[in-house]
């Protein structure tokens, strides 16, 4: 069975300031992992995919993550924030055939001026 | 593209009633999927429809039902609402054919409160 832990329910951080959202993931098979940001009172928005490839992912928003398979990781970067990115942050992944994400709980993040 | 959309946007109902979502998928786009979504639970998967047939389903009292249409759209019914059904439900769909489109795409829920 796949999961998806996301270490942090929230993180605060200052307008300009670099972020990390951090993503783990348990699957023995190969994967399919995604970020998505939903705003308040609005659904999921996909940020980026990893489905094979390269393992540095760009996004948009200038978000990126990196795929790290020896230690099932998917950080979610941004070397400098807006306050327009506070939002919710969902990881989640694919795998062993499913078609079916696997959500982690969210992370909120949250901009200070 | 026209994105997905859901109605209604906003609901109210009294416990006891029933209650059908409704969501009309990216064209194109055969596979929706129902999340229920609350502070305390986070996303939790309802089901997944796919050429008009359920394909996945997750683990969720009857009480919760859906269907999809020949057009791709699909609605969700709720019956003998509890309180505890209070919750943004998510629709998203995606196209998973020839070994892409896993992505999903959300619309942008229904928020419902029961009381």
């Known amino acids: 069975a796949q999961s998806v832990t996301q270490l942090d329910s929230q993180v605060p951080v200052f307008e300009e300031a670099p972020v990390e959202l951090r993503c783990n993931y348990s699957?023995?098979?190969?994967?399919?992992l995604f970020w998505y940001v939903q705003y308040p009172n609005q659904g999921l928005q996909l940020l980026l995919k990893y489905l094979s490839g390269s393992t540095l992912v760009k996004g948009i928003n200038g978000f990126e993550a990196e795929f790290n398979k020896s230690q099932t990781s998917f950080h979610l970067r941004k070397p400098s924030v807006h306050i327009s990115d506070t939002a919710e942050y969902f990881c989640a992944v694919i795998s062993g055939g499913s078609y079916i994400p696997t959500f982690g709980r969210g992370t909120s993040l949250i901009v200070h001026p | 593209k026209a994105g997905v959309t859901q109605t209604p946007r906003y609901l109210i109902k009294t416990r006891g009633q029933q209650v059908t979502l409704s969501c009309s998928p990216i064209?194109?786009?055969?596979?929706v999927s129902w999340y229920q979504q609350t502070p305390g639970q986070g996303l939790q998967f309802l089901f997944e429809y796919f050429s008009e047939t359920q394909r996945n389903k997750g683990n969720f009292p009857g009480r919760f039902s859906g269907r999809q249409f020949s057009n791709s759209r699909s609605e969700m019914n709720v019956s003998t609402l509890e309180l505890g059904d209070s919750a943004l439900y998510l629709c998203?769909?995606?196209?998973?054919?020839?070994?892409?489109?896993?992505?999903?795409?959300f619309g942008p829920g229904t928020r419902l409160t029961v009381t």
């Open positions: 998203a769909s995606s196209l998973v054919s020839g070994g892409q489109g896993y992505e999903q795409y």
């Open positions: 064209s194109g786009h055969r596979s």
């Open positions: 699957s023995s098979v190969s994967v399919y």
